[in-house]
T-cell receptor, first 113, second 115 residues
Framework: DVKVTQSSRYLVKRTGEKVFLECVQD?????MFWYRQDPGLGLRLIYF???????EKGDIPEGYSVSREKKERFSLILESASTNQTSMYLC????????????FGEGSRLTVL | DQQVKQNSPSLSVQEGRISILNCDYT??????FLWYKKYPAEGPTFLIS?????DKNEDGRFTVFLNKSAKHLSLHIVPSQPGDSAVYFC??????????????FGTGTRLQVTL
């Protein structure tokens, strides 16, 4: 069974802390994505990666960075967490050339105090 | 500017009845449309899709209708079951983008199916 696993389901961090959100997929998918979900705003793309060491900005990349050192792993980094980054973060993967049928992880709910 | 709009934040339907979830879009370049379903504390899962060459796609109890001239799509669930209670997101993309990076999601509609 295909799986996208996010390492932390719930995190509470303080303003200014560095935060790492990890995502691993076991489907050998080329493409991986980080979204955030906020009430009334739907899912918004932060960053995506179409290959190892490759990354591209999504719609809301400010305050975030990403790392993809291995095909199966895609990390989201908040260099200095702020309260407006409190959100549900969703990782997803997609087979290369796919038409948009993303496989999502269960999400990481981050609270920044 | 919200290019994909789900104007109903919530919908309540009795078990056995039809649920109709609506989605409007503004970008005429969108050619491919998807619906995702999300339960609390879980990630969204793909439900059904449709490309602009069709006006209807059916998968069991789920049917998606596309009206390109009106820039409107709808998801019909018949009959509705309590397990269908979830948040439904529609998403749209230009065709042949090669990746999902051009997917634009709506804000979601919370469906509650009551007994």
């Amino acid at each position: 069974d295909v799986k996208v696993t996010q390492s932390s389901r719930y995190l509470v961090k303080r303003t200014g802390e560095k935060v790492f959100l990890e995502c691993v997929q076991d489907m050998d998918h080329e493409n991986m994505f980080w979204y955030r979900q906020d009430p009334g705003l739907g899912l918004r793309l932060i960053y995506f990666s179409y290959d190892v060491k490759m990354k591209e900005k999504g719609d809301i990349p400010e305050g975030y960075s990403v790392s993809r050192e291995k095909k199966e792993r895609f990390s989201l980094i908040l260099e200095s967490a702020s309260t407006n980054q409190t959100s549900m973060y969703l990782c997803a993967s997609l087979l290369g050339g796919g038409t948009g049928e993303l496989f999502f992880g269960e999400g990481s709910r981050l609270t920044v105090l | 500017d919200q290019q994909v709009k789900q104007n109903s934040p919530s919908l309540s339907v009795q078990e056995g009845r039809i649920s109709i979830l609506n989605c409007d879009y503004t970008n005429s370049m969108f050619d491919y449309f998807l619906w995702y379903k999300k339960y609390p504390a879980e990630g969204p899962t793909f439900l059904i899709s449709i490309s602009s060459i069709k006006d209807k796609n059916e998968d069991g109890r789920f049917t998606v209708f596309l009206n390109k001239s009106a820039k409107h799509l709808s998801l019909h669930i018949v009959p509705s079951q309590p397990g269908d209670s979830a948040v439904y997101f529609c998403a749209a993309a230009p065709l042949n983008t090669g990746t999902a990076s051009k997917l634009t999601f709506g804000t979601g509609t919370r469906l509650q199916v009551t007994l």
